[in-house]
């Protein structure tokens, strides 16, 4: 497979360099020359797959032979090695958990199959890899844990001091081997600064294999493929209109969705779910974008004003015309509302959801009330484990929630942070 930039297709680089490089050197995004179809029989008798069947059929696709198939395979096992179950709650309503990997949010998916790429591709170059992140806080917990251990990587993780939740500092700042983590005085745009100068610094460039993990690399897409087309397996062949909701920031998980549907899963229709932050939603509406400032929210991985993937995503639909409307619609929720959702499906099913989900099920509850009396399958797309957001949820439900045992274990561990000032020379010396 051949990947191209979303803005110049005469770019044509193979599966390494898209994800060697991260972003396309005149800003655009690595997007695939065609998305390929699933074989038919993996479609019509997907209940005779398994999961990491599946995900390494779908893998394969997009990287072909670029990597051996024996080695591919190792690779989708190591980095999918927990389970993304369907819950049924309801007859429309089941809910795709995905926080089921180390640090509890879906990013697992993206960053641990990048990380096992990378180090696949870096083996034997001989050089060792430098990666620079700079986090407001999910992101960066799910780089460190994806490539902790990994040969030949070292990971420099730069985080705000003061301005991440103490559960997202412990599990940013206590691992050790390849992982460091920055703790840096200043704000979190601050921290993104001092990656970008030193990704154009001349010595350290010149000196060091650096690049980036961020969330446009190609290789986070790839995976988050994998749940969907397990999602449709486990629906067990009923056959109804499909409806997804996924809650959307930068839209990577719902292109992922897409991409899916175009392999061919049969999905009916995909809610780009957002919170006030709900410029893809205005997008939708008038199919004219307008980037704005994000503001603060209960579902705060969704506060994106300027989501990167929707160049992605309009690709696929010729620069984003009438057509998107045909596989996508999008609805926004304020807090109240968020927190209203959290206590409805705690009351009614007993199911305790995060904030990023709340929305998601507000959305999807809103699409299908609009429906006349079709019965479908509602697929809820949950982002993250409700102990991450363990305050906000509590206090709706007024019950205590289960801490999972790795996150338990991870905030009593000791914080192994080293403190910079917001200055490229204290980075350029812990770096060399
Ligand atoms: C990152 C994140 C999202 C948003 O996903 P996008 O792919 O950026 O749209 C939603 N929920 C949680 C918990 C996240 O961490």
Redesign the pocket.
Known sequence: MKYYSTRNKNISVDFKTALMQGLSKEGGLFMPESIPALPKPVISEIEKYSYNELNYIAAKEFIGNEIPSEKLQDIVEASINFPAPLIELGDELNILEL?HGPTL???DFGARFMSKTMEYFNAGSGKALNILVATS???GS?VANGFYGAEGINVFILYPSGKISAIQEKQIATLDKNITALEVDGTFDDCQNLVKQAFVHKELNAKLNLTSAN?INIARLIP?MFYYIGAYKQLKGKKRKIVVS???????????GIFSKKMGIPFSIFI?ASNVNDSFTEFMNTLRFKPKKSVQTL?N??D?GN?S?LERLTELYSGGTEKIREDITSSSYNDEMTKLGIKELYEKFNYVI?P??SVGYLALKNYMSRLSGEKVSGILIE??HPA?FKDAVEGVIGNKIDIPARLAECILKEKKSVKISNSLSELKEILL
């Open positions: 926080f949010a879906f990013k806080g999910d992101t799910a969330s988050q996924v809650p959307s920031g930068n839209l990577g998980n719902i292109t992922a780009g579902s991985a969704m994106v989501p993937n995060d990023h989900g982002t993250a991450k």
